[in-house]
């Protein structure tokens, strides 16, 4: 495994992330790569570690369509490579925080799209997530979740 936790590479549709990188930096780099699947989450702040744990999402889609695999560590501090099932991802939730587990590597798989079009979505939801969320405020972050059967794809 690479030193540091903030690195990303891409490699035959898949991008490779340490814990620490920024999703935005994530969702940049598929972008870079000419990838789709990453575009939702380039407006979402914090790390692939904090997205992994409360399986983020936003415009109808979320981190379980795209994470294949993920590198953990266990409360005992034994290395584990679990599939992307194993974290049983739900709505903003994983087993994660009850396993005790800290995550250290998440591996997206991307399918091949066209450059503008990648860049066309990640513009659009950047605009429809400025104009709802003030955001030049600082923010606490979401407090509320939606409730069961309520559409989430504006979360
Ligand atoms: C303005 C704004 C807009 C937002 N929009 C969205 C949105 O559209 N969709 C959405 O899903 N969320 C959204 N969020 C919520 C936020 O982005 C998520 O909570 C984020 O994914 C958390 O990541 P983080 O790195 O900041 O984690 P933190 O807040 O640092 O941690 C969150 C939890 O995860 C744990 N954790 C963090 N890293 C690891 C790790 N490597 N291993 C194990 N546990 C870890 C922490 O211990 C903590 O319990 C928004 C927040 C703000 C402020």
């Not at 407006?43 to 795209?66: D, H, Q, R, W």
């Not at 998440?106 to 997530?129: C, S, T």
Request: charged content about 25%; overall charge neutral.
């Amino acid at each position: 495994m690479e030193h540091g936790w903030n690195y990303g590479r891409v490699q035959n549709g898949l991008v490779t992330a340490g814990a620490g990188l920024l999703l935005s930096r994530a969702a940049h780099l598929a972008f870079e790569a000419s990838l789709e699947g990453l575009e939702f989450a380039a407006g979402i702040p914090g790390t692939v570690g904090g997205a992994l744990v409360m399986n983020a999402g936003a415009y109808g889609s979320e981190i379980k369509a795209v994470l294949v695999s993920a590198k953990v560590m266990t409360p005992q501090g034994e290395t584990l490579d679990l599939k992307a099932e194993e974290l049983k991802l739900g709505y903003r939730s994983s087993i994660i925080p009850e396993a005790g587990y800290v995550v250290l590597e998440a591996v997206f798989g991307l399918k091949p799209g066209e450059k503008d079009g990648i860049e066309a979505r990640m513009k659009d939801l950047a605009a429809r997530r400025k104009e709802k969320q003030p955001l030049e405020y600082p923010s606490a972050g979401s407090t509320f979740k939606r409730r069961r059967g309520i559409l989430q794809e504006n979360s």
